[in-house]
Each structure stands twice: as structure tokens, then as C-alpha cells.
């Protein structure tokens, strides 16, 4: 299957929505998802982050500034090979579309940002997040942002889940639950669909995959997002976030 995401459009989509302008009062999404992560911690420890799916970086870059390590995994070789070179000093530019055939041209550079991180707490690489290495273990937390609705097989994506992280860490998904059979097939969906003469949310779905391993430590948040399309069209979604606390047994 080819990978939609090795486009220059789609590249071009995913600098503006991570590195951008933000609009109609509502704040960057990877940046807040990543606040979001890092308060939610409190006082357990904060020595390895995992962000799934992790675009052009943004979150990745932004979970750095307050864990140890964090490392930022994407299936496209564009977006990962966008943010090593952000993460390399790198000024990158991107295009924004106006309207019709107009197009303007901006850049973006982490010195735009002011992150002061330093680069060995940060790495990317590009993998698929329902085929991770045995290195990718005992994490403290694991984010994974607008992923779940496009992976292949989310059951078992989320049964791996539980061996990649450290009891008492943290899984936080957040996503709008935008189900498309583009990218995972409607026998593999979790939710969405009524079952037994009930509705099956992805919720309930989560639910039956992770509650052996975790608990639900919050009530579902809503964090919205905007993307740009044209200078004069935007869509605004509202992603649900959920948090999840690795069981010791």
C-alpha cells in the first residue's frame, strides 16, 4: 500500500498545523497535546517519552523540555526527515495555500520557538507504530496523537502497548476518531458501528483492548484543533484525549 503521507502537499499540510500560525483562539495542537502530557505526569518520573506518530515533530520537540529522553516515530520518511533537520538547525520552508493556484511560501526554524533543549534528548526514526523494535521499551509515557483512527489494526496496536511502558506510566491518546477505510479496514475497526444492537464508540472499543493492563485515570477530554486549508477555509475538530495508567500486575 502506497504511503499517502509521502507527499510534498502532505509535508507542506503538517509544517503549517505543527509550526504555524494559530487561529480562531485555538492554541497549536502537538504543542498543547504535549503540555497536556507533561501536566498530566505530576510527579512521576519523566525519563523516556514515545510519540507516536509523531508527524514533523512538534510534540516530540516539545515533550523534550521536560523528560530526559523523547523520541519521535512516524511511518513517513518525510515528516521524520523534516524534523532531524529542524533538530539539526535547519530553516525549512513550506507553502500555504491562498486561493485557487496562489500559493505564499514560509520557513520555520526551532530557534523560532525558543524550546532550549538540547539535541541528544531528542531523536526520530522513521517506523510503523503496530511494528515497534524490542528497543522501544520502559517508557514513562507514551502520546499518541491523531493515530489511532489510522492505523491499520488499532486492536493490535493497543495490545502492544502495555510491555512498551513502565508501571504507573502513562498512555494518553487523543484523536477525533475520523474512521476511514483509506486507512484501516472496516473488519479491524474498534469502534464506530453498532454491535449487539448497541453503539460501539472507539472508547468502548480502547476499553475492551486495554482495561487487563490499565486504568482510565481521567475523565475524556476534548482538545481541539484547526487546520488551514485556503486563506479564506478551515476545518476545527475536536479530538477526544484519554489517559491511561499502566497497572504494576
Given at each position: 500500500?502506497?504511503?499517502?503521507?509521502?507527499?510534498?502537499?502532505?509535508?507542506?499540510?503538517?509544517?503549517?498545523?505543527?509550526?504555524?500560525?494559530?487561529?480562531?483562539?485555538?492554541?497549536n495542537f502537538p504543542a498543547r497535546c504535549a503540555e497536556l502530557c507533561i501536566e498530566l505526569m505530576g510527579a512521576r518520573p519523566r525519563r523516556k517519552a514515545l510519540d507516536l506518530g509523531?508527524?514533523?515533530?512538534?510534540?516530540?520537540?516539545?515533550?523534550?523540555?521536560?523528560?530526559?529522553?523523547?523520541?519521535?516515530?512516524?511511518?513517513?520518511?518525510?515528516?521524520?526527515?523534516?524534523?532531524?533537520?529542524?533538530?539539526?538547525g535547519e530553516t525549512l520552508p513550506y507553502l500555504v495555500h491562498e486561493q485557487g493556484e496562489l500559493v505564499k511560501t514560509l520557513q520555520f526554524s526551532l530557534a523560532d520557538l525558543a524550546l532550549n533543549i538540547d539535541n541528544s534528548q531528542v531523536s526520530f526514526e522513521v517506523g510503523d507504530a503496530c511494528n515497534l523494535g524490542e528497543q522501544h521499551r520502559h517508557y514513562d509515557l507514551i502520546f499518541a496523537g491523531n493515530?489511532?483512527?489510522?492505523?491499520?489494526?488499532?486492536?493490535?496496536?493497543?495490545?502492544?502497548?502495555?510491555?512498551?511502558?513502565?508501571?504507573?506510566?502513562?498512555?494518553?491518546?487523543?484523536?477525533?476518531?475520523?474512521?476511514?477505510?483509506?486507512?484501516?479496514?472496516?473488519?479491524?475497526?474498534?469502534?464506530?458501528?453498532?454491535?449487539?444492537?448497541?453503539?460501539?464508540?472507539?472508547?468502548?472499543?480502547?476499553?475492551?483492548?486495554?482495561?487487563?493492563?490499565?486504568?482510565?485515570?481521567?475523565?475524556?477530554?476534548n482538545v481541539p484543533f484547526v487546520i488551514r486549508e485556503t486563506s479564506r477555509k478551515f476545518q476545527h475538530s475536536l479530538a477526544e484525549m484519554t489517559v491511561w495508567e499502566r497497572r504494576s500486575a
Open positions: 500500500m502506497n504511503n499517502i503521507y509521502e507527499t510534498d502537499e502532505l509535508l507542506n499540510q503538517y509544517m503549517a498545523f505543527h509550526f504555524g500560525a494559530d487561529y480562531f483562539d485555538v492554541p509523531c508527524a514533523v515533530g512538534r510534540s516530540t520537540f516539545e515533550l523534550a523540555k521536560s523528560f530526559e529522553t523523547a523520541v519521535g516515530i512516524d511511518l513517513s520518511s518525510k515528516f521524520v526527515d523534516a524534523a532531524a533537520r529542524l533538530q539539526a493515530l489511532i483512527d489510522r492505523v491499520n489494526d488499532p486492536a493490535a496496536f493497543l495490545r502492544d502497548l502495555p510491555a512498551r511502558l513502565v508501571p504507573g506510566g502513562l498512555l494518553v491518546i487523543c484523536s477525533p476518531y475520523t474512521l476511514l477505510t483509506d486507512y484501516t479496514p472496516r473488519q479491524n475497526w474498534i469502534g464506530g458501528f453498532v454491535a449487539d444492537s448497541k453503539p460501539r464508540t472507539v472508547l468502548d472499543g480502547m476499553h475492551a483492548v486495554l482495561d487487563p493492563h490499565f486504568d482510565l485515570v481521567t475523565q475524556p477530554r
